[in-house]
């Protein structure tokens, strides 16, 4: 089933949670909100589930108008951050409760709904605790019997607002290659809502990028981390340097060197910042041809696993740099107060929108 | 047992230090203040036969101020579940200027005097005040002096029993669990029997019982508004103050002790309903 989103706005007293958004999700898909809190990802789930009224624009389903179309009539399941389950009911009854209350006439047979119940409760692996009550649970139990009690319904998109937020690290870990298994499995149309970009990035087939009520940027994992359209999609998902500077003649002046930057010609002279990533540097110890290698003296260097990471200050300007790199590449880790070259292999330029009030970039 | 419940102890490091005392400490507190007076009252009523007993507790007008006692208490009981209920859920639920003053005012029957309770009740409801006289042409019922007037003050002085065993069991139900429910497809009225009744049934029991064991004992209030008829509108306590001030303390401790056997029996009851209530998600 899929997901419109037209012009979707929605504000609680003077605070703007949602501003002018469009969505589209395609059938089957399992997409990701993904966003600092306050950026109105929430807000964007519970409209779709139809617990929040829009103020302005549309949601529809499969071409559908669902607008002003009631949470209980909308059949999505919603999976929440604790669970909300039935304390005083077994997980049986849990599981049993969306199939129980439906009207006699499209109402399953005890029998049907008991069978129904048994194969969701194996799918989520607890069928075992079929007579356990909700607090006899662990917190990771508790989720997949929400998840087990929403799918029973036969939702035709499924919500999830953080179901893996309460959880500590290492079962949030497992919970989620579970439920890209589980969403392989079941191909429902999926929309969950994390602040924890990994996250988005391990389970989801797109990640939408949220801040203050706008929609940043959407697309694949890989298309996010590597190509980010705005500072606040670069500053949040993934490690970035950040070094200030000034176009001149479609050039950019950053850290004492010139970056190439063709596409800001004719908007110059201009402030902006350069974004690298600490892996898209390469060091060396002497510069190259190219006029953009930087001179850095190394601060701090650790070993984290499998990587060497760097910590430089850039000889120009005093800037912070940090550098990673595979510890099988670097033959040994530069000590202390080292001089090196570093060439971001990948420098992305944009408008420095604190100086320039225009807020133009590229 | 005790062997059991001794080393269970042991095991287990609680706040408290020394079961042995804190236990000891409980059993003579609850001897002292709760089990002694009420000994001395069985001992009080077994100062007569059996037989004179048994004359003075199946004595017509103690039967008819048993039956009034009892139902009127039930009734005021039920009608604070009911408007407690209303009552918790919207202190909680809505927020509205002057909310705080509402909830104060909840407390207000614990404080009042009775006695000053019963007499502005009376003063409103008697056919000479301003509610009880329109009331009467309105309807041709009078309030005060009768069975209603005995319901309405035990309503008075049970109201804040549920209203306080419910609220905080209110505030601690999620909202999500609601949304859940109605996400899944459920009425509201659907929410409400399945999901939040059973939630707050074990507190509205208890605050049932608590207003029901209130009203029971209730004086104060009741004899002013009741008019105190012989087998109309005569409670059990006041037919008890009656004794006493003829100086027949054995046939007050008589009447005593049936009461309070009768409000065990039946606080029993309600606390196995609570606990059936309790469990019962357990079985299906």
């Known amino acids: ?362 | 047992m005790t062997l059991a419940v001794g080393s269970a102890a042991r095991r287990r490091r609680s706040v408290i230090p020394g079961f042995g005392l804190t236990m000891g400490y409980t059993l003579m507190y609850l001897s002292v203040l709760v089990l002694l007076p009420f000994v001395a009252l069985f001992f009080k009523a077994l100062e007569l036969s059996w037989g004179e007993i048994w004359a003075i507790a199946s004595d017509p007008r103690a039967v008819a101020s048993y039956r009034l006692t009892f139902t009127a208490s039930f009734i005021a009981a039920s009608i604070n579940l009911v408007f407690g209920l209303l009552t918790a859920w919207v202190l909680v639920r809505y927020p509205f200027p002057g909310r705080r003053v509402v909830d104060a005012l909840v407390d207000l029957p614990f404080a009042l005097p009775t006695a000053v309770a019963g007499i502005a009740l009376t003063g409103l409801y008697a056919t000479t005040g301003p509610i009880g006289a329109w009331w009467y042409e309105t309807f041709g019922i009078r309030i005060a002096y009768t069975e209603l007037g005995v319901i309405l003050a035990l309503t008075f002085i049970g109201l804040p029993f549920v209203v306080r065993t419910v609220q905080p069991v209110i505030e601690d139900l999620e909202q999500e669990v609601e949304e859940a429910a109605a996400s899944l497809g459920a009425s509201r009225l659907q929410t409400f029997t399945r999901v939040l009744f059973p939630a707050l049934l074990p507190a509205l029991l208890t605050g049932f019982a608590m207003a029901f064991a209130r009203a029971l004992g209730e004086y104060g209030s009741v004899v002013f508004i009741a008019g105190n008829i012989p087998f109309r509108t005569e409670i059990t306590p006041l037919l008890i103050i009656i004794k006493l001030e003829q100086y027949d303390f054995a046939g007050a401790a008589t009447l005593g002790a049936v009461m309070l056997l009768a409000s065990f029996v039946l606080l029993l009851v309600i606390n196995g309903l609570q606990m059936w209530s309790g469990t019962r998600g357990r079985t299906q």
């Not at chain 1, 559908?64 to 909300?84: C, I, K, N, S």
């Not at chain 1, 200030?244 to 908007?267: M, N, Y």
């Not at chain 1, 110059?268 to 003296?297: F, K």
Request: aromatic share 6%; hydrophobic share 45%.
């Open chain 1, 1 to 362: 089933m899929s997901i419109e989103i037209r012009n979707v706005g929605k504000s609680f007293g003077a605070f703007q949670a949602l501003d002018d958004v469009s969505l589209d999700i395609a059938t089957g898909e399992l997409v990701a909100l993904l966003g600092p809190s306050g950026c109105g990802k929430t807000t964007l789930l519970r409209i779709i589930a139809g617990l929040e009224q829009a103020d302005t624009g549309a949601v529809a389903f499969q071409g559908e108008d669902a607008t002003r179309l009631d949470v209980r009539a909308r059949r999505v399941g919603f999976v929440f951050q604790h669970y909300a389950l039935f304390r005083h009911m077994t997980v049986f009854d849990n599981v049993a409760f969306g199939l129980k209350v439906r009207p006699r006439s499209s109402r399953l047979s005890k029998a049907a709904i008991a069978e129904r119940v048994h194969r969701l409760l194996e799918l989520v692996q607890l069928d075992f605790m079929a007579d356990r009550l909700p607090n006899q649970l662990s917190g990771g139990q508790r989720q997949r019997v929400a998840l087990a009690r929403a799918l029973a319904v036969e939702p035709r998109v499924l919500l999830l607002d953080e179901p893996f937020g309460a959880l500590d690290a290492q079962v949030r870990k497992d919970l989620r290659r579970w439920l890209r298994r589980l969403h392989d499995e079941l191909h429902v149309t999926s929309v969950f809502v994390t602040h924890d970009q990994e996250e988005a990035m391990e389970v989801s087939d797109r990640v939408v990028v949220m801040n203050r009520g706008r929609i940043e940027q959407v697309g694949p994992p890989a298309s996010i981390y590597d190509d980010p359209v705005s500072p606040f999609v670069y500053e949040f998902v993934g490690q970035v340097n950040a070094l200030r500077g000034r176009i001149v003649d479609g050039r950019a002046e950053v850290a004492g060197v010139r970056l190439p930057a063709p596409s800001f010609r004719g908007l110059d002279p201009l402030e902006a910042v350069a974004y690298i990533r600490p892996h898209e540097i390469a060091l060396a110890d002497a510069p190259g041809q190219t006029e953009d290698w930087i001179a850095v003296t190394v601060t701090d260097c650790t070993i984290a696993g499998p990587v060497l990471r760097i910590e430089a200050r850039v000889a120009a300007t005093g800037e912070r740099l940090e550098i990673e790199m595979p510890r099988g590449g670097a033959s040994l880790a530069p000590g202390p107060g080292a001089r090196l070259y570093a060439r971001p292999t990948n420098p992305r330029l944009f408008a420095d929108t604190t100086a320039n009030p225009t807020g133009r970039d590229r």
